[in-house]
């Protein structure tokens, strides 16, 4: 029998996500995650699909190392070791692919020194995506690593979107521009949006919506990125759980000058108690909604905020497509927060876009439709899974179908 399952490894600085897929079917054998790596209370949870099984372990995990052979010593215990010959593959997310991979890779030894060479532009995710990767590796030096990154699919993005208007030789000095992150969520979405239509993604221009505690817009023309929300790093665009978003670069210039605080303390500001969190206190949607519901007028301000943002690149990826099929809504809030969602599109039949209060109440985790069924652009809740499309991707690189 040939080898067809997948292992994909999201490894954080101090947490590890898995998954474990079978690619004759696209089923989940298993699944976990370890967090707070380095620390005394390091955690482990496990889940076997099969046997709906979940193990939780406590105890201090020291590194990357650890804490993938305490995962590969979870898989073994329900016959699913990493040495089993029927895994084909283990595939990475990678955060940063720069304007190099456009496509998911085969790692080798060149790969790695350019995602080691990204790291200036992605200070936070692909040292950790690298230590993941090496870790894997050692483990099982004979097996195909693959990387997929969540830039690759923006970098179909034409110039005029992906530049930023300053210096070019400076930006080029230092690869500013715009790369965009979600990618692989955006690709699965577009492609499930288009399925979901009947039709193929060539013959689509959808909007998505990815709204999680980051948060992502993209515009898809035929399958296509050609424009998307987050840039240079994950902090523009939307207004998310705890990042700004877009603002007016000279915020920054304003409070290191005259607020007297360092660069650092600006990029937590920005990156961590600002967006949601920042106006209201809370970055969860169900907190904020209840609060709303209540008549807290903080809670409406941050809701109000985060919907006219949402409203503004809706319209602006309107224009950039020119026609556009669907909307999708995507992630955490996208998924379950039909005030949103209602809210989002609200004011805007002129645009063809309209949401059923009846359909969008429904909950469900198949992807749907939420407008009226004469509906001139079709409004859509597709659920992502980021893992089913790294494993994908990374299956059909192998070569094993
Ligand atoms: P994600 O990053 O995609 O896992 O999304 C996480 C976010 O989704 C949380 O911070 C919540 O704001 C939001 N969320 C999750 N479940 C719900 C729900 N049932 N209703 C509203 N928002 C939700």
């Known amino acids: 029998m040939s080898a067809s399952r997948v292992l994909v490894l999201n490894s954080g600085s101090s947490s590890v996500k898995y998954q474990l897929l079978d690619m004759r079917d696209s089923s989940r054998l298993a699944m976990g995650l370890v967090e707070r790596i380095g620390e005394q209370s390091s955690r482990i949870r496990h889940t076997h699909v099969g046997n709906d099984d979940t193990r939780e372990w406590n105890g201090p995990i020291a590194d990357h190392d650890a804490a993938l052979k305490a995962v590969s010593e979870e898989l073994a215990k329900d016959g699913l070791g990493l040495d089993s010959p029927e895994l084909a ?7 940063h692919g720069g304007k190099t991979f456009t496509q998911p890779t085969v790692i080798d030894e060149t790969v790695l020194a350019e995602i080691e060479r990204l790291i200036p532009v992605a200070p936070l995710h692909n040292p950790a995506n690298l230590t993941g990767i090496r870790t894997a590796q050692a483990l099982r030096p004979d097996l195909p690593q693959v990387a997929v990154f969540d830039t690759a699919f923006h970098t179909t993005m034409p110039e005029s979107a992906a530049r930023y208007a300053i210096d070019v030789r400076t930006a080029d000095e230092h690869r500013v521009r715009r790369y965009g992150f979600h990618g692989t969520s955006h690709a699965y979405v577009s492609r499930a949006t288009a399925k979901l239509l009947g039709k193929a993604p060539e013959d689509v221009n959808v909007i998505v919506l990815h709204l999680g505690n980051g948060a992502s817009a993209s515009a898809v023309r035929g399958g296509r990125c050609v424009d998307t929300s987050m840039g240079l790093t994950p ?7 705890t ?8 915020v920054i210039f304003h409070l290191a000058r005259v607020g007297g605080m360092s ?7 920005l990156n961590k108690k ?13 907190e904020i909604r209840r609060r709303v519901d209540e008549g807290d007028e903080e809670a409406k301000l941050a809701f109000d905020i985060y919907i006219h943002r949402l409203k503004k690149y809706i319209g602006a990826y309107y224009a950039v497509l020119g026609t556009v099929d669907a909307i999708a809504f995507t992630a955490g809030v996208g998924e379950n927060a039909a005030a949103v969602r209602e809210a989002a599109v609200a004011g805007l039949e002129t645009l063809g876009l309209a949401v059923d209060g009846t359909l969008n109440a429904v909950r469900g985790d198949e992807p749907r439709l939420i407008s009226p069924a004469d509906a001139r652009v079709k409004v859509a809740v597709v659920p992502t899974d980021e893992e089913l499309e790294i494993a994908t991707q990374t299956y059909a690189l192998v070569g094993r179908y």
């Open 243 to 250: 990042r700004s978003g877009d603002m007016d670069p000279a």
């Open 263 to 269: 660069i650092d303390e600006i990029d937590t500001l």
């Open 235 to 241: 902090l523009e665009g939307l207004v998310m759980g």
């Open 274 to 286: 600002s967006g949601l969190v920042g106006l209201c206190g809370d970055n969860d949607m169900r």
């Open 89 to 95: 593959a283990i595939g990475h997310r990678v955060v």
